[in-house]
């Protein structure tokens, strides 16, 4: 073999190997890339929904699907289906999605995962239709010091609202959440997309603190719509898979 061919040859092999890296495969070959210690329960859904629930007590959560394919890594991924007609009964509000409870001792450095979007259509333009991640802190002894709260009663919780895709601008503010943008715009459909997110820095960044002396600690990956008019429609199809929540990677840490 002639060395520019060797060489062509080469370059054609890592072109494939940062593609198999940034988009995953769906035959289950790619590798999730986290770091052993993650604090979810059956992070990649190998074992079916074990370990994850929804807002079951809300009327604008919807239930979320076990499928086995696409899927990132492994034989499984959770899909959510967020399809609505204008023949069906007006939700201004849907959140399809999965979380976790979870009671570590601090707040983790890391929260992550991969999501693909095959479909991603909707009827009205006012209509916000968008992915998120969201970090929930309930029961911290100084949250009254993060969030003025006029002398009424202290609010229950604080947050972190990460906007994946979908979104131009936050489609409503609460007082007890802050909020950051992963990206903007419509997502890229038909390919797995890596996030990361540097939670406990954020908690310093957005709250002015990281969160200590909390009860539990609760986080969600949703896709979701708000503020859709009646008489319209969504028609999206998203998927996650190999989720983490946990320590940085020895690399990011300078290890």
């Known amino acids: 073999m002639s060395v520019d061919r060797a060489r062509c040859r080469a370059g054609l092999l890592l072109a494939v190997a940062a593609w198999l890296l940034d988009c995953g495969a769906e035959d ?9 210690a993650n604090l979810l329960v059956n992070p990649g859904f190998e074992s079916g929904g074990a370990g994850w629930s929804t807002r079951e007590q809300s009327p604008h959560w919807g239930r979320f699907l076990i499928v086995d394919r696409p899927v990132h890594a492994g034989e499984r991924a959770v899909h959510l289906r967020l399809h609505h007609t204008p023949t069906l009964p ?21 929260v992550g995962g991969y999501y693909r979007v ?9 209509t916000d ?7 929930i802190v309930w029961g911290e002894a100084d949250a009254r010091a993060v969030i003025p709260t006029g002398g009424r009663a202290p609010v229950s919780n604080h947050q972190l609202r990460y906007y994946l895709a979908g979104l131009e601008e936050a489609p409503f503010r609460l007082q007890n959440a802050r909020a950051a943008f992963l990206t903007k715009g419509e997502p890229r459909l038909g390919v797995w997309q890596r996030f990361e997110i540097p939670l406990r820095d954020d908690f310093e960044r957005l709250w002015g603190r990281v969160p200590r002396d909390f009860e539990r600690l609760t986080i969600l990956f949703e896709a979701r719509w708000d503020n859709m008019p009646a008489s319209s429609s969504v028609f999206a199809d998203v998927y996650y898979d190999d989720l983490y929540v946990g320590p940085a990677a020895a690399s990011a840490q300078g290890g």
């Open 129 to 135: 239709l968008y992915l998120q991640v969201v970090a």
């Open 118 to 126: 095959d479909r991603w259509e909707k009827s009205a333009p006012a």
């Open 28 to 36: 289950g070959r790619v590798a999730p890339g986290w770091p052993d």
């Open 90 to 110: 007006a939700r201004r509000v849907k959140v399809y999605g999965v979380l976790q409870e979870l009671e570590p001792e601090n707040i983790p450095e890391v």
